[in-house]
Structures are given as C-alpha cells and as structure tokens.
C-alpha cells in the first residue's frame, strides 16, 4: 500500500524568505511523486512531479522539490517566497490511481 | 499545457433531483479519467476511475447507482447524481490523465454542489 504524509496543517512565512512544505512517502517500487497547488474555489494546479533521474526537481512557479530517498520525503522548497503563493498545498503519490495528503496550507505575510 | 474543463461550476438544486456535471480535456486526449469528491479543510477523496468506453471502477463506499459516470470519449466524462440530498453538497473535481505512467493528473475547477 502506497500511503503519504504532510505533518503541518499550516505553514508561515514571511514574504521574501525561503519555504519549505514537509512530505513524507511511503510506498513499494519507484515513487511517482507530485505537488499541487490549490486556490480558493478552485482544482488543483500541477506543480511538479519526480518520476526518475535528478533528486531535485523544478516545477511551476520557481517552486522545486527535493526527492530524498533515504528519508523518503519529497519537501518543496522556493527560495523566496510571494503573497501570492499563499495557497492549499497537496503531496501525491502513485501512478495511475494517486493518494493526496490531508493538504499543507501555506499563509506568506506581507 | 493541459487543460481541463468542468461545468458547471456552480450549481444549487432541490432535493431529489439529478445533476450531471461535464469534464472534458481541451487539449489533449485522457484514456483516463478521476472523480473527486472534497469536503471543507480536506483533502481530495477519489470516488472513481473512469476509463474510456468501459465502465468506471468505484472506491470503497461510493454507490455506483448514485454517482453515474459516463467516459463515452477520450475528451468527456460525466458524473450524474442521481435524486441528489443535502447530504451530497460538496465540492466535486474531475482530473484526466494523458495515456503514459509519467504523465501526471490535471484538474478541473471543480463544482460545488448545494441541495437545497
């Protein structure tokens, strides 16, 4: 069973720092990792995705995440952060049929 | 990049009635697609599996009389709530994914649903 974790409910941080929202995985095989980002009233926007090849991965809006398999997370990372980008983040995992996370929510103060 | 359209948005009907809510991918053709279900401050909870010209597999606890799924092409799948109740207002979102284990899920907005 393929299963994944974000243990913040919320995250914040100040306009201009670096962020940094937890994930952790746990699955059988080769992960199939995504981030998704979710606006008010809306669906969800494909980030980025590790599938193979280099551990740290850029995605949409200078967001990367950083796939570590040792400790089995895939955190996302910006180094410095907008008010805009305060949203509902999503961890996913699998292949076909894919497992979210409870959601990350990130508050960036002006 | 891919995109994907779900109407309505936005719909608030009587109890008892049906609803059927439309998602097509605009740009690319989706062998499958994924219904969801969100409640407030949750995360997604998948309902479905909708695959082209054959009949969608239902998760654990979702009636398959209640949520009709139709995936008759490669660029639509419907949802029909059937005699919908207050019980079902929720928000519902469509993805659809590009035939290839990498390619990932794209969503629709969504539609939230109140039963009056």
């Known amino acids: 069973a393929q299963s994944v974790a974000q243990p913040e409910d919320q995250v914040n941080v100040a306009e201009g720092n670096p962020l940094t929202v937890k994930c952790t995985y746990s699955?059988?095989?080769?992960?199939?990792l995504f981030w998704y980002v979710q606006y008010p009233n809306r669906g969800l926007q494909f980030l980025l995705k590790?599938?193979?090849?280099?551990?740290l991965v850029k995605g949409s809006y200078g967001f990367e995440a950083e796939f570590n398999k040792s400790q089995t997370s895939f955190h996302l990372k910006k180094p410095s952060a907008l008010v805009s980008d305060s949203a509902l983040y999503f961890c996913?995992?699998?292949?076909?049929?894919?497992?979210f996370g409870k959601g990350t929510r990130l508050h960036i103060l002006p | 990049g891919a995109v994907v359209s779900q109407h309505p948005s936005w719909v608030i009907c009587k109890s008892g009635t049906s609803v059927k809510i439309e998602c097509r991918s605009l740009?690319?053709?989706?062998?499958?697609m994924f219904w969801y279900r969100q409640f407030p401050k949750q995360s997604l909870m998948l309902m479905a599996t909708?695959?082209?010209?054959?009949?969608?597999?239902?998760e654990q606890g979702v009636g398959k009389d209640k949520f009709l799924i139709n995936h008759a092409s490669l660029t639509l799948s419907t949802l029909t709530v059937t005699s919908a109740h207050p019980e079902d207002s929720s928000f519902y979102i469509c993805?659809?994914?590009?035939?290839?284990?990498?390619?990932?899920?794209?969503f629709g907005d969504g539609t939230r649903l109140s039963i009056l």
């Open positions: 996913a995992v699998g292949v076909d049929k894919i497992i």
């Open positions: 740009d690319f053709q989706a062998t499958t």
């Open positions: 699955v059988s095989g080769n992960p199939y």
């Open positions: 590790y599938i193979t090849g280099d551990n």
């Open positions: 909708s695959n082209e010209g054959s009949k969608a597999t239902y």
């Open positions: 993805s659809a994914k590009a035939p290839g284990v990498d390619q990932p899920q794209h």
